[in-house]
């Protein structure tokens, strides 16, 4: 019978922010005596791009020179050992090993794609003398936080403009103007963005639609053999509404969309990077070019406190005596993670006593799972999914969750 390991983690869900502590305790059992090296734990983070290029070379002696071009990168974020056992003889039974690790500050937030991932895991490796080391793993989820209070321009409305000619010479028919426009400039999964469409259409052809998405742009950078770049777009909410704007007149829309679970923006740091935007798309009548724009917003962890929608009646600031005006946005103070967090000095968010905890749920917008070309097949965890922390508003039931892929 082989040996069993069991990890239990100081968290059910195995959630954690950058700058925490992850602790627990591994329970390993076996059947038989065991000479051993040593039994280590070890908590690595990383980060790995890998995807292949089909590529057409030059004739060589008169046929055509095909080759795969592979592209690769690799960063470690994190990669703390313990070793809990020295070497000697092991006896059959049950031994129960404590761990804690710290989480660097600078850890980016768990993610998965098509050509990579983020990911953290901790390892209990049993070195035994002159046969292949023992090894058992549990993936977690690392969060970095991002706060989308902090900067004051995530608080304010962005808005785009965009003029379109319809036909051409000689058939030219006049000009449409658009705009598009939302409240904030950062929201955080779970929250419902609301836009406003403004249509001037002073030409001669008629509009008769317009559809709204919300895309996830993933960037996976190669360093090996040398500098490529990969993007994934993918459709993660989208509204389509058929209502007619007609020629020289003028319409207004009104509309949102529900945000699923998304990972938090990267910036521009690392060899995955994640950014979003609001795009929109205009139908016209007849033989014309594609009119549309894009809107830049943030994706955070922290959500703006002026976002959180609150039931009308209800203040927005806490009252020590009368519990009963809360809002259902989740808050932050009250969930252990974010507690912890404030105690060991992370960067905590600010303390919204009036919202209720987040719920952490798994990405809807979740790629077909990586497979690390470095994993032996018996280790491999391409089952497990980061679990990101959701908002919710309220939303009476609806759900606009329409997920599309392409590659650019």
Not at 64 to 70: D, F, G, K, R
């Amino acid at each position: 019978m082989p040996s069993t390991c069991e990890f239990k983690l100081d968290r059910q869900n195995g959630v954690y922010f950058a700058g925490q502590s992850v602790s627990g305790s591994i329970l390993l059992t076996t059947s038989h005596e065991k000479r051993i090296r040593d039994i280590r734990i070890r908590f690595l983070g990383e980060a790995k791009v890998h995807w292949t290029e089909f590529r057409h070379g030059q004739k060589l002696f008169g046929n055509q020179v095909s080759a795969n071009s592979l592209y690769r990168a690799h960063e470690i974020y994190v990669d703390q050992v313990a070793v809990v056992r020295r070497e000697g003889i092991m006896p059959a039974g049950a031994y129960n090993y404590k761990f804690q690790f710290r989480i660097p500050k600078s850890c980016p937030t768990s993610c998965a794609g098509n050509h990579g991932h983020i990911r953290y895991i901790l390892w209990l490796v049993i070195a035994r003398p002159y046969r292949p080391n023992s090894t058992f793993r549990k993936p977690i989820t690392v969060l970095r936080k991002v706060n989308l209070n902090i900067s004051p321009r995530y608080k304010m409305p962005v808005e785009a403009e965009e003029m379109s000619s319809t036909g051409c010479l000689p058939c030219y028919s006049g000009r449409i103007f658009y705009s598009l426009r939302v409240p904030f400039g950062g929201y955080a999964s779970g929250q419902t963005l609301k836009y406003s469409l403004k249509i001037r259409n002073l030409s001669m052809t008629e509009i008769y639609g317009y559809q709204v998405e919300f895309v996830q742009w993933m960037t996976f950078i190669a360093k090996l053999p040398r500098y490529n770049e990969r993007k994934i777009r993918t459709v993660v909410a989208s509204h389509k509404k058929r209502d007619s704007c007609l020629r020289l007149s003028n319409r207004q829309f009104e509309g949102k969309l529900i945000l699923p679970s998304l990972p938090p923006d990267t910036g521009k740091s690392g060899i995955i990077r994640l950014k979003y935007s609001l795009e929109l798309e205009i139908f016209i009548y007849g033989c014309h070019g594609k009119s549309s724009l894009s809107v830049p917003i943030v994706i955070g962890n922290v959500p703006i406190i002026q976002s959180l929608h609150i039931w009308p009646g209800e203040s927005s600031t806490p009252t020590t005596n009368d519990n009963s005006n809360r809002s259902y946005s989740p808050a932050i103070t009250s969930t252990p993670e974010l507690a912890a967090a404030n105690e060991t000095g992370a960067d905590g968010p600010p303390a919204y006593e009036e919202i209720l905890p987040p719920s952490f749920e798994q990405a809807m917008a979740a790629s077909p799972p990586f497979i690390d070309p470095d994993d032996c097949g018996n280790v491999r965890d391409s089952w497990f999914r980061p679990l990101y922390p959701m908002f919710p508003d309220c939303n009476e039931g609806e759900e606009l969750y329409g997920l599309k892929e392409s590659r650019v």
